[in-house]
């Protein structure tokens, strides 16, 4: 046996590198070890990748990872990351889109910088790639029907069979072909397909079709093409034209990739492309599909593509969301080949992970009732110094005004409370926080019961900071005083659809939760919110964290969303 000294102290020194090296791959998504063995192999020296959305809805949280992953990536590398509008199908792009792509990419962290494409400035490409397919006698046009196309394409259990027209004559297919671009035809006429292999096992194989003959008016190029290239020709070729070395999708297009390199293959590109998949980000208990959206938005159920109940990019912008926690979000679910659904407390843990030391925490009354301490000077106003942030020293102190009429959320307050209610009732005494302890002495209530003021006296020795040991409570409430308050619109949000409950209904229509907004057209907050902009984020005490709407709020108009309540049922590993 091979066990003398030296033997085994170099296997064991060779041994631990290797272990070194196994971690640090270990460490590393596949997609990160794939490009850094191209990249030892000499296969690529670069890194170069793409978010390649359709501009035919609004970007939703399962782009946000694709576009952080390609530009994490592109950055990692010290590559480059592009942003291309897959624009190649005009019946359903529109500008709108466009725009708002843009502004969702780059909230979100993916700086392209200058390298914004359009696929449809490589038109002439497609069809000069078309052309050179057909030159090597590996593209026709055919003339079957669209159900011809398919009963000849077979099933997967059974080969297809072969276009009459398979056998044309490059001449003649280069003829039509032309003719097809200059507008002989009628719509749906002809197609020309790539002659690869009618009797694949894998049916994207079977002569695809890669162009068709549809005049259609395109946002970029207008009425000069009626033929339009096929998303599975041109999606490689756009890739190659800009040097993409990994192009990387969700698993859908796994089966696709025998044509994708078929097409970079064919076309003879120097350094082709790679296409990577990883699987798609689900999320519990939302909307993603982009055809129930917009049904949603069109069907007025919904307030528009930025809803804060949605998560469209635009909607979780418009509810607080910031791309840092969306960032957090992003690398919890890592990147992974099998299908799975993430949890939405997953999102709620990450943003409040990120605002809780970066927002102020203010006091805010959602559904106001009146505390007036009776034995509180009339006229006097005090100003009470509060920490903006006990967990951040640095966010400093602001004053919080306090006088004789406060207004405290209903909540705080029972007549007849069941045990271990350490809130206001009549004959209890709480702390108001960071000001006095207020015992309750007395309440009026209207002709139907309800509460309209509550009387209380307050213990002027009792002040916050004073050091006052007299005497403990057991309960604490926020308040704001009456005269200073400002009025706002609050809106409380719960989960679209509650995946419990069911998705859909039997008729396949979504099953909506009937509550999931609340709005509280009465609130009273601290001032300190005065001039708070749209976006703005603070954190409510006892309530969660809540952001300025950035389209209903105007001057004087108060508007918060609830961005998350401050209770959570997600803790990570
Ligand atoms: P949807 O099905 O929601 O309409 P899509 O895939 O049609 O989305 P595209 O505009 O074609 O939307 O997508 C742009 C890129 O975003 C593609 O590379 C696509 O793979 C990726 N992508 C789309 N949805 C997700 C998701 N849920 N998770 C990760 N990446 C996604
Ligand atoms: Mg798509």
């Not at 460490?27 to 390649?52: A, H, Y």
């Not at 609004?58 to 990351?81: D, P, Q, R, V």
């Not at 999320?283 to 159920?301: A, S």
């Not at 969301?321 to 890592?334: D, H, N, Q, V, W």
């Amino acid at each position: 046996m091979d066990n003398d000294g030296i033997g085994l102290e170099n296997t064991n020194t060779h041994n631990e590198t290797d272990m070194q090296a196994d971690r640090e791959t270990a460490s590393k998504n596949f997609i990160e070890q794939i490009i850094e063995k191209d990249l030892r192999e000499g296969k690529c020296t670069t890194v170069v990748t793409r978010f390649p959305p359709e501009p035919n809805g609004y970007l939703h949280i399962g782009h946000a990872k694709s576009i952080l992953l390609n530009y994490g990536l592109a950055k990692k590398y010290g590559g480059k990351f592009n942003l291309r509008f897959d624009d190649t199908n005009p019946t359903k792009e529109k500008t709108e889109f466009v725009e708002s792509i843009i502004e969702d990419v780059k909230w979100i962290g993916g700086n392209f910088e200058d390298r914004l494409f359009f696929a449809s400035d490589y038109f002439e490409q497609m069809y000069e790639g078309a052309v050179k397919l057909i030159k090597k006698g590996k593209a026709y046009v055919c003339e079957l029907t669209p159900d011809e196309i398919r009963e000849y394409r077979g099933t997967l259990t059974k080969p297809g069979r072969n276009s009459p027209y398979r056998d044309r004559t490059m001449e003649e297919n280069l003829a039509l072909f032309e003719e097809m671009k200059n507008g002989k035809y009628p719509d749906g006429s002809k197609v020309l397909r790539a002659k690869i292999d009618m009797a694949s096992p894998n049916i994207n194989m079977r002569d695809p079709i890669i162009y068709r003959i549809a005049r259609m008016t395109h946002h970029n190029t207008g009425d000069k093409w009626c033929i339009y290239p096929m998303y599975d020709f041109a999606h490689p070729i756009e890739d190659a034209v800009e040097g993409v070395t990994h192009s990387i999708c969700t698993l859908e297009f796994e089966d696709h990739r025998p044509l994708y390199d078929w097409v970079v293959r064919e076309l003879e590109y120097e350094n082709p492309p790679k296409q990577i998949e990883f699987a798609k980000l689900y999320l519990t208990n939302v909307i993603t599909g982009k055809r129930y959206i917009k049904k949603l938005v069109e069907e007025g159920i919904v307030d528009g593509w930025d809803d804060p109940r949605l998560v469209s990019i635009s909607a979780l912008r418009r509810r607080g969301f910031t791309p840092e926690s969306i960032k957090m979000f992003m690398e919890l679910c890592g990147i992974s080949k099998s299908q799975s659904s993430v949890d939405y407390s997953m999102l709620e843990y990450c943003i409040r992970e990120d605002l809780k030391i970066k927002r102020p925490r203010i006091m805010a009354v959602l559904d106001p009732v009146k505390l007036i301490i009776t034995n509180y000077p009339k006229d006097q106003m005090e100003y009470m110094d509060v920490p903006n942030n006990q967990e951040n020293e640095e966010m400093g102190f602001r004053k919080v005004p306090f006088g004789r009429e406060l207004y405290i959320d209903r909540q705080d307050f029972m007549i007849d409370p069941p045990k271990k209610y350490f809130r206001l009732y009549p004959g209890n005494e709480v702390r108001l926080m960071h000001a006095y302890f207020v015992t309750c002495t007395d309440y009026v209530t209207d002709k139907e019961g309800k509460v309209t003021e509550i009387h209380g006296t307050y213990d002027p020795a009792t002040k916050s900071g004073s050091g006052f040991t007299g005497r403990k409570v057991k309960g604490t409430i926020h308040w704001v005083a009456a005269s200073t308050a400002q009025k706002a619109e609050v809106r409380l949000y719960e989960n679209i659809v509650d995946e419990e409950k069911g998705v859909y209904n039997e008729d396949g229509s979504l099953n909506l939760n009937p509550n999931s907004i609340t709005v509280l057209g009465n609130c009273y907050i601290e001032p300190s919110v005065k001039g708070a902009k749209s976006y703005d984020s603070f954190q409510f005490l006892r309530h969660g964290y809540f952001c300025v709407d950035s389209k209903d709020a105007a001057a004087g108009h108060l508007v918060f969303n609830r961005i998350v309540s401050l209770k959570s049922s997600y803790k990570p590993e």
